[in-house]
């Protein structure tokens, strides 16, 4: 309802294969994705999101397909209707520009930074840089095949297979092999260092990439990411995937994004201290691995499950560590409370207080309602 474009009902995308090739000064991007994809109803034409896309080709299941682009969808038509459950290959050539104005609140997609690309993509920015059908509900695996000049480092979602080398130019491969959904799809290209973590107390797979030149800030977060696995892990069940890390990038200063597997971080905030600010955003991120991308919302009016749990899990860490008291937190957050912007299911703000603030006093409510006991159990059980 809140943002009725997104998405087709017509198709179920399984398998994303998305082969990238960047610009040697980084201002643009050439792509072929290759969707996987099952149809959900009896069709004779799909739809993919793509906002602003210059696309150049169309295949289905290897034959060329009629193709055009009306608003941010792509519409291609199919040679004969398919009936429900069919498969069916679709592979997009495109083209795509890395957008040189600043991000803000109302702006999501590809960006270039002060020596390189960053993304942030929530909620339907990743349909600015590929041909996606861009709704939380329609998670798959993903695989990422980035050309970038020699030199550069490409970072994406999973676990990392490899480079191969190529004339003046590198290729980076990287493996999604956990469902996932389309606006947590991280991208980064620069002068990045890709650190081995270890395995975490909790037994997950840790994996970071950082600026090169700010390496030693990472060592830092370390521990207490360590920590926070296990705090969390206690409260809600077993982490919900195979990894987890810390990147510290050239994105912007105040935001953070629960990118699945490898969260992003400005290196401005993360920058080797350890402050409230940075406990905050270590445990904002990695809550939002189990609500949000373990867990992620059917609507965007929904948003409140991600942002509200996010922020009622900071709240607990920050007390837990003896940084500010939970009654603290919630008692602030209520004087601070808006009186416009409601309801909660559906806040005017995508991205403000109410969903945020408002969602975390809403379950502290709850928690002092039910107890403890019924209340972890409770979010054990919603995972």
Do not use: C
């Amino acid at each position: 309802p809140r943002m009725p474009d997104l998405g087709s009902d017509d198709l179920d995308v399984e398998h994303y294969d998305v082969d990238l090739r960047f610009e040697p000064d980084l201002t643009g991007v050439e792509g072929t994705v290759t969707s996987s994809v099952t149809l959900r109803k009896r069709t004779d034409r799909l739809a993919f999101d793509a906002d602003g896309l210059d696309v150049i080709d169309a295949v289905v299941d290897g034959a060329p397909a009629d193709f055009r682009v009306d608003g941010r969808e792509l519409l291609i038509d199919l040679a004969a209707p398919s009936e429900a459950g069919a498969s069916l290959t679709v592979e997009v050539t495109y083209r795509a520009a890395v957008a040189d104005s600043a991000w803000s609140w109302d702006a999501a997609g590809l960006f270039a930074g002060a020596d390189g690309v960053w993304s942030v993509n929530e909620p339907d920015g990743l349909s600015t840089w590929m041909p996606v059908s861009d709704h939380p509900t329609d998670k798959a695996t993903w695989t990422f095949d980035v050309t970038v000049s020699d030199g550069l480092t490409a970072v994406a979602n999973g676990r990392y297979v490899g480079t191969t080398a190529g004339d003046g130019v590198a290729t980076w491969h990287w493996d999604q092999d956990e469902p996932m959904a389309t606006y947590l799809v991280t991208m980064l290209v620069g002068d990045y260092a890709l650190v081995d973590g270890g395995t975490s107390a909790t037994g997950v797979e840790l994996a970071h990439a950082v600026l090169s030149d700010s390496q030693d800030a990472l060592d830092g977060y370390r521990e207490v990411t360590d920590r926070q696995l296990s705090y969390f892990t206690e409260l809600f069940g077993p982490y919900p995937f195979d990894r987890y890390g810390l990147a510290l990038a050239d994105s912007l200063p105040g935001l953070a994004m629960e990118t699945q597997g490898l969260s992003l971080f400005s290196v401005a905030d993360l920058d080797g201290s350890l402050g409230p600010l940075q406990h905050l955003l270590l445990a904002h991120e990695l809550a939002h691995q189990w609500f949000g991308n373990a867990v992620s919302p059917e609507s965007w009016n929904d948003i409140w499950l991600n942002e509200g749990f996010a922020t009622y899990a900071q709240w607990m860490w920050l007390d837990h560590a003896g940084l500010v008291p939970l009654d603290v937190s919630s008692t602030t957050a209520i004087a601070t409370l808006p009186t416009t912007g409601w309801p909660l299911d559906a806040p005017d703000e995508l991205f403000g207080t109410v969903a945020y603030d408002g969602g975390a006093v809403t379950l502290h409510a709850l928690q002092l309602t039910v107890g403890d006991e019924s209340f972890f159990a409770g979010l054990r059980g919603w995972v």
